[in-house]
């Protein structure tokens, strides 16, 4: 402390160094101003920059995004976020990559999905694609293409919530921790919940293995029929062949503490960690509705969901004998 104040020049002589002259007074009179001038300059760029993007997603959407969501039935509290933390200005800004990888890069065909029933519905779909881009395509289809719009509500692993931003990122864009009390909540607001039965099993087909479903888990059954909400089979073609996987070493995942090890041999490629541009089509069927008891036995369950399964495996079957190339 003392070092310090001995630095500081007496009163007699303040003024007089050469880095103390008139010019000092000035300087620090202008740095207002100039600390005006940059915020200025900074909400200019800013604002350019959030017209152009709205201009980008006018362009995706064929009409403003504050419009389309103006028709999305959202519950936002005073704060401007729903019960589960959805943010509409944080989903515009996802939507932004979302929508031009559905319109551009995989060049997504969408087929009924008009049949999707307003108010609580599952959308119960294959996985697949090593990574859960149809996942985000779906909810592309259902946020540009449907009408009214949809904003759909997935189940996060657990384990995501403690990744750092990507908890928040989930949470603001209406991604939801998978728990049953959390989709039952969603469901009883009136929400879409899109669920992939397969889980981990789907996504991480060998290309062998492609558009063959595994087995379904029951649980997704059970909330359908607890909560009175039918169930719209979705066919996903197009993601098997993005990511393009010859074996899945179990044992290394399991050293590793991973779901999957896929061998994909197009990452050692240059440009190869991007996903392949095929062509992404989309399915929606008729709802399906199912009464009884959530709690009865899984040999009954299993019926039910037997008939889902069926009919997603009919669709990608119709689907794939429609396809004429992977690429358009």
Known sequence: MGSCLSSVP???MQGRSRGSRRATPAALARLPFASWGASSLLRRVLGTAEEALDDVLDRLMGEPFRDRISRVPLALGTSGVDPFGLDPQWAKYVLMSIGMMHRKYFRTEVHGVERVPTGRVLLIANHSGQIPIDGTLVAAAMFMDAEPPRIVRAMVEKWAVGLPFVSLLFTRIGQVVGVPENASRLLNQGEALLVFPEGVRGISKTIDQRYQLTD???GFMRLAIETGTPIVPVAV?????QYISVA???GLAKLLRLPAFPI????FLPGGQFPLPTKYRIWFGEPLSF???PDDDDSIMEEKVWLVKQTIQSMLNRGLKERKHIFW
Not at 237 to 241: A, D, F, I, P, S
Not at 264 to 267: G, T
């Open 291 to 293: 009464s009884g008891d």
């Open 216 to 218: 379904f888990g029951l």
């Open 10 to 12: 007496p009163p007699s």
């Open 248 to 250: 899945n070493v179990e």
């Open 237 to 241: 073609v197009g993601g098997e062949e």
């Open 264 to 267: 994909i041999p197009q990452l």
